[in-house]
Every structure is written in structure tokens, then in C-alpha cells.
Antibody, heavy 118, light 107 residues
Framework: EVQLLESGGGLVQPGGSLRLSCAASGFSFNNYDMSWVRQAPGKGLEWVSGISRSGASTYHADSVKGRFTISRDNSKNTLYLQMNSLRGEDTAVYHC???????????WGNGTTVTVSS | DIQMTQSPSSLSASVGDRVTITCRASQSIGDYLNWYQRKPGKAPKLLIYAASTLQSGVPSSFSGSGSGTDFTLTINSLQPEDFATYYCQQSYSAPHTFGQGTKLEIK
């Protein structure tokens, strides 16, 4: 069974840092692009970051550019999101997502909650 | 960045109805358009990719059309389990932006 299991969320003060992890299983992780998508309370889905299967190419939304870094360790089947200089507007549930045809997302993790508050 | 605009933002319909949701891109995205269904407490579900290709396991009551900048998601004969929020997403260029969502409610 294909599974994505996120971890690393929690409560952090503004300006702080967190690193999210996503453990992938049930598929050949190194054959797929991956991404992070978040949903803030009462808001819609927001694509945050994406990474190619090799990790050579990364992309970030303007709202997180310069603060967040996506990476992956194919030897550990794990995706990461390093989040620095966190702001209140970064409060959200963060989902790990597996890329599919036409760069759609066919598998989503259940998410990990990040709360930025003093 | 490419902006995605969905309409309507919310929609009331009855079981058995046919509904259409539209999504417009701020520039041409070819057919790099995906549709997702989101129910409370559940992960989003891919319904359609490449504008009109039904994801495996998705009922044929769902269909997608369009290319360039204008796209539609149609649900024929609404079932109780179809009441949810629907999102479009462009995957033509990063960032792969989502529309703001359309909440489909029971009338």
C-alpha cells in the first residue's frame, strides 16, 4: 500500500524554525517528483514546494521563497521541508504529496499541523 | 505566477442534479489542469488530470473538459457522497497553484 506519513509539526514562535519529514512507503520513491501542500484554517489548498525525483530541481511558492527549503533523501525514502523565519500566516496543516501524470498529485499524506504563535 | 480562478465559490444542489464548476487560468496552461475533491478530515482525492483524464477508480459521473485558459468539471447525477469542496490546480509551471475552491452543498 502506498503511504505517506508526515511528522515534525508543532507549536513554534514567530521567527522560529521547524523541519517536517515525510516517510514514503509502498512505491519506488526515487522515481517520483514530490511536493508539499498546505491548508491554513478556513482557507483553501496552497501548493508550497516541489522537488524533482533526483532532488536536482526544487521550486517554492513566492510566499515561502527564501524561508522554506524542500529536500529529499532517496536512500531513506524521505521528503523534508525545512521551514525558517516562520510567520503566523504559515500556520496550517502541511501535506506531503506524490507526483503523478501531468504533475498531478495522486497520493496525499494525512498532514502534520504547524502552529506559529507566541 | 499563474493565477487560478474558480467559480462559483459555493454551490447548492440536490441529489441527482448535474453541476458544473469552472476554472480559469491567468495564462494558457495547455491541458495541465487537475481536479481534486476534498472532504472534511480526509486527504484530497485526485479526480481528473490532464484536463479530461479520469483518475483510476473515479466514477464516470465525473468529467472534465477544456484547454488553454478555460476548464470545467461536470458531475452528472449528484450522489450524497459527492458533496465536498472541489479544487482545480494548474501543473503547467511552478508554483503549481490551486484555485480557491468550490464548496458543493446539499440544497
Amino acid at each position: 500500500e502506498v503511504q505517506l506519513l508526515e511528522s515534525g509539526g508543532g507549536l513554534v514562535q514567530p521567527g522560529g524554525s521547524l523541519r517536517l519529514s515525510c516517510a514514503a512507503s509502498g512505491f519506488s520513491f526515487n522515481n517520483y517528483d514530490m511536493s508539499w501542500v498546505r491548508q491554513a484554517p478556513g482557507k483553501g489548498l496552497e501548493w508550497v514546494s516541489g522537488i524533482s525525483r533526483s532532488g536536482a530541481s526544487t521550486y517554492h511558492a513566492d510566499s515561502v521563497k527564501g524561508r522554506f527549503t524542500i529536500s529529499r533523501d532517496n536512500s531513506k525514502n524521505t521528503l523534508y521541508l525545512q521551514m525558517n523565519s516562520l510567520r503566523g500566516e504559515d500556520t496550517a496543516v502541511y501535506h506531503c504529496a506524490k507526483g503523478a501524470y501531468f504533475a498531478s498529485i495522486d497520493v496525499w499524506g494525512n498532514g502534520t499541523t504547524v502552529t506559529v504563535s507566541s | 505566477d499563474i493565477q487560478m480562478t474558480q467559480s462559483p465559490s459555493s454551490l447548492s444542489a440536490s441529489v441527482g442534479d448535474r453541476v458544473t464548476i469552472t476554472c480559469r487560468a491567468s495564462q494558457s496552461i495547455g491541458d495541465y489542469l487537475n481536479w481534486y475533491q476534498r472532504k472534511p478530515g480526509k486527504a484530497p482525492k485526485l479526480l481528473i488530470y490532464a484536463a479530461s483524464t479520469l483518475q483510476s477508480g473515479v466514477p464516470s459521473s465525473f468529467s472534465g473538459s477544456g484547454s488553454g485558459t478555460d476548464f470545467t468539471l461536470t458531475i452528472n447525477s449528484l450522489q450524497p457522497e459527492d458533496f465536498a469542496t472541489y479544487y482545480c490546480q494548474q501543473s503547467y509551471s511552478a508554483p503549481h497553484t490551486f484555485g480557491q475552491g468550490t464548496k458543493l452543498e446539499i440544497k
